[in-house]
């Protein structure tokens, strides 16, 4: 059993006794009234959805799935296609893969996660490398403090490109490393 304030979005919890994937989880109060967690959640069996808000301190049991890694092999509207090492092919929903979406590209390695014998989601490394396909220059004078601004990355289909916030040194061409968890920025990579 964990509680609500340990659930991660991708985690797959039990509710009223039927498994759910957190698609998305926002919190809400502060530490003096305490926490409460929206989710958007996603029944595994029947593929309805299911939007509803618990205490932190809530429990839930979490459903250990297998994993297997997959390598990202291309698009097939609307499922999005997988290979393992036996060039076994796994079809995943858009709406499985969450924020994964935003940094697929071709070929790239990530693991599969089953439940049942199925692909239902794909879990991604902690931090990747993206160039940097398009982003502003910087504004000469703005550079007191942590100014940032929005850079567009590379991914497999250009309709989810994705922003991350970086530093205004970054420029169009580099090479960054995001966190895959948080979606920040987290340094220019050196070849």
Same mark, same amino acid.
């Given at each position: 059993m964990k509680f609500a304030k340990e659930i991660r979005v991708g985690n797959i919890i039990m509710v009223d006794a039927k498994p759910f994937i957190v698609l998305r989880s926002d919190v809400n109060g502060s530490s003096r009234t305490g926490f409460t967690?929206?989710?958007?959640?996603?029944?595994?069996?029947?593929?309805?959805?299911?939007?509803?808000?618990?205490?932190?301190?809530?429990?839930?049991?979490?459903?250990?799935?297998?994993?297997?890694?997959?390598?990202?092999?291309?698009?097939?509207?609307?499922?999005?296609?997988?290979?393992?090492?036996?060039?076994?092919?796994?079809?995943?929903?858009?709406?499985?893969? %969450?924020? #994964? !979406?935003?940094?697929?590209?071709?070929?790239?390695?990530?693991?599969? @996660?089953? +439940?049942? %014998?199925? #692909? !239902?989601?794909?879990?991604?490394?902690?931090?990747?490398?993206?160039? @940097?396909? +398009?982003?502003?220059? #910087?504004?000469?004078?703005?550079?007191?403090?942590?100014?940032?601004k929005e850079a567009k990355i590379e991914n497999a289909i250009e309709a989810n490109q994705h922003i991350v916030q970086v530093p205004l040194f970054v420029d169009q061409g580099d090479v960054i490393e995001i966190d895959t968890r948080t979606n920040e920025y987290k340094k220019i990579v050196r070849n």
């Open positions: 967690y929206k989710w958007k959640m996603k029944n595994l069996l029947t593929n309805a959805p299911l939007e509803n808000v618990f205490r932190g301190d809530d429990k839930f049991d979490v459903v250990v799935l297998d994993k297997k890694p997959v390598t990202y092999s291309y698009f097939a509207d609307p499922l999005f296609v997988f290979m393992d090492e036996e060039y076994n092919q796994y079809e995943i929903e858009e709406e499985n893969l %969450g924020d #994964a !979406i935003h940094y697929l590209k071709d070929g790239m390695e990530c693991e599969a @996660v089953f +439940y049942d %014998g199925k #692909a !239902i989601s794909v879990e991604l490394p902690t931090t990747i490398a993206r160039q @940097v396909v +398009y982003s502003e220059p #910087a504004v000469k004078g703005n550079t007191s403090g942590n100014v940032l």
